[in-house]
């Protein structure tokens, strides 16, 4: 058993991600909840977290307010959010977890801000595979160059609400950074209309499939004349997020202010 107990705060605390979050904290011996956030209204409200998790009772009653003191914010709510709890964490001077995808451009500099005076670890994909699975895009990008084209492939379940999904842009950053392009002046999400047109040289194209209950499949290819290289990654199970994004929680808690991802928490940042 752990001595310190690092304390969480979870925001979006009845969603799908939220509940999984509430499950492995009350499973964890070096975490304890807190506090239980979920925008007003709905079901859940007033229960407790344990209760809206499927678990035993856990002494912590699900709110609309987030008022964070002495604890780490775990947010997996949605974009419309974001800006309100990154005010709050920043009011009260505690560290942020920030999962949720598919926020804005004001959102994103609320976040640079925030990090000026708390500790921030903010990703689009909080699996230790799909950390490492970034580095390789931007490795396996450099060494083949842009010759090779490149294309990426997600499958969601069909509840999310962004696509691209952020992992995949990310992905494509990856590989636009390691051979000297911008994703933005590169990216084809879209390629019906174009008949006729073929591929443009230095495009990087991201498809987006949503169905079923996948939580979150990506396949990045290069493909060049007579080959093909893919890497994949395959999410079974959205507790990898949670374990992920908790193990983020225990690393900033004593970190300075700053905007951190999963790829520092794991030290994986320097990997070149
Ligand atoms: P969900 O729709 O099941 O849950 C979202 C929850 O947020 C809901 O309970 C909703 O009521 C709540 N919410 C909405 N507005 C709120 C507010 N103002 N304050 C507090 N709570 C509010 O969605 P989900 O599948 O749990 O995903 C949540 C977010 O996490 C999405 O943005 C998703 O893309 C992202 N996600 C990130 C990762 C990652 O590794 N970074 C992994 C999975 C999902």
Redesign the pocket.
């Known amino acids: 058993m752990s001595e310190h107990l690092t304390p969480v705060i979870i ?10 979050l509430i499950r492995e904290v009350t499973q964890s011996e070096e975490l304890v909840l807190t506090g239980a ?4 209204g ?1 079901p ?1 409200r007033g229960m407790d977290a344990g209760q809206v998790a499927g678990t035993v009772d856990i002494g912590v009653t699900v709110t ?1 307010d ?1 008022r964070p003191r002495r604890a780490v914010v775990v ?7 974001t800006v ?2 990154i005010q709050r964490c920043v009011e009260a001077g505690v560290p942020l977890v ?6 804005d451009s004001q959102a994103r500099e609320a976040l640079a801000a925030a990090a000026k005076t708390i500790p921030i670890v903010s ?5 230790v595979g ?1 950390a490492l699975l970034s580095r390789l895009a931007g490795l396996a990008a450099r060494a083949l160059g842009q010759s090779w084209d490149a294309e990426i492939l997600e499958i ?2 069909k ?4 696509a691209p ?3 995949a842009l990310r992905l494509g950053k990856a590989v636009a950074k390691a051979t000297d392009r911008k994703l933005a002046d590169h990216l084809c999400s879209e390629r019906s209309g174009s008949a006729g047109e073929p591929r443009k040289e230095g495009e990087i194209g991201i498809v987006a499939l949503r169905g079923g209950d996948s ?2 499949e990506h396949t990045l290819m290069f493909l060049a004349e007579g080959e093909r290289i893919e890497l994949t990654h395959r ?1 079974s199970d ?1 507790a ?3 374990r ?2 908790l193990r983020a929680a225990r690393w900033v808690e004593s970190r300075k202010p700053g905007l951190y991802s ?1 790829a520092d928490v794991l030290g994986l940042a320097d990997l070149h």
Do not use: C, E, Q, Y
């Not at 956030?37 to 007003?40: A, K």
């Open positions: 925001v979006g605390a009845r969603g799908r991600m939220g509940r999984t956030v979920d925008r007003s709905g859940g609309d987030l947010d997996f709510s949605l974009p419309g959010a309100g709890n920030l999962g949720t995808t598919g926020i990703d689009a994909n909080f699996s799909i969601h379940h509840h999310k609400r962004d999904s952020g992992t939580a979150g999410a959205r990898i997020f949670a992920g994004a999963m």
